[in-house]
């Protein structure tokens, strides 16, 4: 069990003169940094030239932590190669659509599937892991950095011989491939596997099962780059944690149940969006994500800001007090480690003015007072470390559905599958309520609710997943333009929605999207979405004013199935989530007012903590469950032990 929150940041001391290093230490020790991660765009330094190697510098670093008691997260520098592997093997750049082939003076610029690639990034893999597998600063491998942030698919002719033998491996014949992709469509009919492309730039719509296999085969390419690094680690340094960092709930183009599956422990980066009205309750949703991900184990949020970005149009800074409450949302969520990009402010480089926890203006700052104090408050909640955080509902996402929902030729473009699963969320949160995100085919045991807010795409096994965890006696909500298509985006034919018509006891005839309101004869109101249905063995809660159903519920096994045909306005589906939720018998953590998120992280003993936010300019009164009122004043933040 770990006996610390790890705490720290990205050291890239290869951007700054060697005089440096000492002040950086003495700094991180300051602040309480115990962990940092190390090298990640570090390889044109450790093979200046091909196959020429120098680890003198980041031995005097490791060197240089070690002495001061702080530990690493050492990368392998596979995220950024160097401007020579671009100058020797250009046909190893990524291609993007429409066939441009994308130059090196970047990052990620590499395609995933080519076999240079691989080696050269296996062998710098395979250097680090044999210079440093017993340092004594080596706490794990931090493995490339956001696999396929930049690159996530490329378009060129090594990917798509790869993207063939993907198809091959998965389908077999030929036959099955055009049955899937239903390539009688448009004269699409393959006669060769060689004709098949990935899908690049065409006249008009590509083929719905050809985008979504390249996407699944792309996010594939990037697990096995993963894996291979992994392996070869893992025969170097068996004992050694290994992880790669996420961006859960940010960027939807890499499989995260998929990585997840392949990692000691889940690591992720969050960045807030200013454009967001509450961004901390995106943040919320991406904590949430990657607890699930790491089977409700304590997970590590690898980054995050301390301020501003600078890729967002308009790079807010965090106002005061945002730096913590921030950080003690990851933590109350189930982040074992709160760290940041970076540690030192760059004074070059693309990233100049992305903040830092020591900002070019030094230490006499806001930033570095609550670097400082964090540190600190964190070092007092070393207790929290490995407890866990109970939910009792789970919210259905997957990749796949997303990227099948992402052609183009949908029946309304504004049904958006990610910002719905994230209005659900935060419906929750606003409620108090804390959920887990869990895949189609996870293991729903031990929910008590399951929602489903736009899941298009469900496999056979998805689906009958649901209608078991109904049948034992569970609750289902499912939202609009769920259970529609079978796994190869193929409609699941005889009345929607295919997969659920007999768990939901409605069946639907068609889909009437909206370009304004729809007012329901409860007096709430929906948009974007309607349908007509038939209630078929359900029973209607509410209907549009014309009559046909709105909201039902279906009672099946022993637990009850509920379905909504439209887009319900924000306040109707609070109360639709009430409803289901008192049902369900899931209750918030602690009674809170609006705008304070209230989470519990409990041990197996049964020691607990619970996380009273303050995100309002008002001081609250908070009321655990089965305890007594607390004040949490305006902008703060209270660690409840029990
Ligand atoms: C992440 C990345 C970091 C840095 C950061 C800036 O996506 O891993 O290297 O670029 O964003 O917000």
Redesign the pocket.
């Known amino acids: 069990m770990p006996d610390a929150i790890a705490y720290g940041g ?1 050291w890239n001391p290869e951007q700054w003169p060697e005089e440096t290093w000492g002040q950086d230490v003495a700094l991180m020790r300051e602040a309480g940094v115990n962990r940092v991660s190390v090298g ?2 570090s390889w044109s330094l450790l093979e200046p030239a091909e196959g020429v190697f120098d680890f003198a510098a980041l031995d005097r670093a490791m060197d240089l932590l070690a002495a001061n008691g702080i530990k690493a997260n050492l990368a392998t520098p596979t ?1 950024s190669p160097p401007p020579w592997f671009g100058d020797a093997y250009p046909h190893a750049l990524p291609v993007d659509a429409d066939g441009r082939r994308l130059a090196h003076g970047s ?1 990620q610029g590499f395609c995933p599937s080519s076999p240079i690639y691989r080696e050269k990034a296996l062998r710098i893999a395979e250097q680090v892991g044999l210079r440093y597998r017993d340092h004594p600063a080596l706490a794990m491998w931090h493995i490339h ?2 696999y396929g ?1 930049h690159n996530a698919r490329c378009y060129c002719d090594t990917s798509a011989a790869a993207f063939r033998a993907w198809l091959r491996s998965h389908y077999a014949t030929l036959d099955a491939l055009n049955e899937a992709w239903g390539t009688a469509f448009w004269s699409q009919r393959y006669g060769e596997w060689a004709q098949i492309l990935p899908p690049r730039a065409t006249p008009s719509l590509p083929n719905p099962g050809q985008q979504l296999d390249f996407r699944r085969f792309s996010s594939d390419a990037l697990v096995e780059l993963y894996i291979a690094e992994r392996d070869l680690l893992k025969q170097l340094a068996p004992d050694v944690p290994a992880t790669t ?1 996420l ?1 859960a709930g940010a960027h939807w183009d890499m499989d995260c149940w998929a990585f997840a599956a392949e990692m000691d422990v889940v690591s992720t ?1 969050h ?1 807030l969006i200013g454009a967001r009205p509450e961004p901390h309750i995106d943040l919320a949703f991406a904590a949430d994500y990657a607890r699930s991900l790491n089977g409700g184990r304590p997970w590590l949020l ?2 995050h ?1 301390t301020s501003a ?3 967002q149009p308009r790079n807010r800074a965090k106002a005061p007090g945002e730096l913590r409450r921030n950080s003690m949302s990851h933590l109350a969520r189930g982040a074992d480690g709160i760290m940041f ?2 540690w030192r402010a760059s004074r070059a480089g ?2 100049k003015w ?1 903040s830092a926890m020591l900002p070019h203006a030094g230490t006499n700052t806001k930033i570095w007072r609550e670097v400082t104090a964090l540190g600190a408050e964190l070092a007092g909640l070393a207790g929290v470390a490995g407890s866990t955080v109970h939910a009792d509902v789970a919210i259905l996402v997957d990749h796949s559905s997303v990227w099948a929902q992402d052609h183009p030729a949908q029946p309304s473009s504004e049904m958006d599958p990610v910002e719905e699963a994230k209005r659900w969320h935060a419906a929750l949160w606003r409620a108090g309520i804390t959920c887990d995100l869990a895949h189609p085919e996870g293991d729903l045991t031990g929910y008590r609710l399951v929602l489903v807010p736009a899941l298009y795409l469900v496999s056979d096994s998805g689906a009958a997943n649901l209608a078991a965890f109904v049948r034992r006696g569970g609750v289902a909500l499912v939202g609009p333009y769920s259970g529609i298509v079978d796994e190869h985006d193929r409609v699941r034919l005889g009345g929607y929605p295919g997969a659920w018509r007999d768990l939901l006891g409605v069946t639907v005839e068609e889909f009437f999207p909206l370009d304004g309101p729809i007012e329901l004869a409860s007096g709430w109101s929906g948009s974007v979405w309607s349908e007509v249905a038939h209630a078929t063995g359900a029973k209607v809660l509410d209907t549009y004013v014309t009559g046909e159903p709105a909201w039902t519920r279906n009672e099946w096994g022993d637990g009850f199935a509920h379905y909504l045909t439209t887009r319900l306005d924000d306040g109707a589906l609070a109360e639709v989530l009430a409803a289901v939720t008192a049902e369900a018998g899931a209750s918030p953590a602690a009674e809170a007012p609006a705008g304070v998120e209230v989470v519990r992280r409990s041990h197996a003993d049964g020691r607990s903590y619970l996380f009273a936010i303050n995100h309002t300019g008002e001081d609250a009164v908070v009321t655990p469950r089965g305890g007594g009122p607390v004040t949490v004043a305006a902008g703060d933040v209270r660690v409840i032990p029990a």
Do not use: L
């Open positions: 990205d990640i765009f995220a990052r950095n956001e942030c960092n961006m980066d960045y690898m980054e800001s970005v600078n890729w990009f970076q693309a990233e992305h």
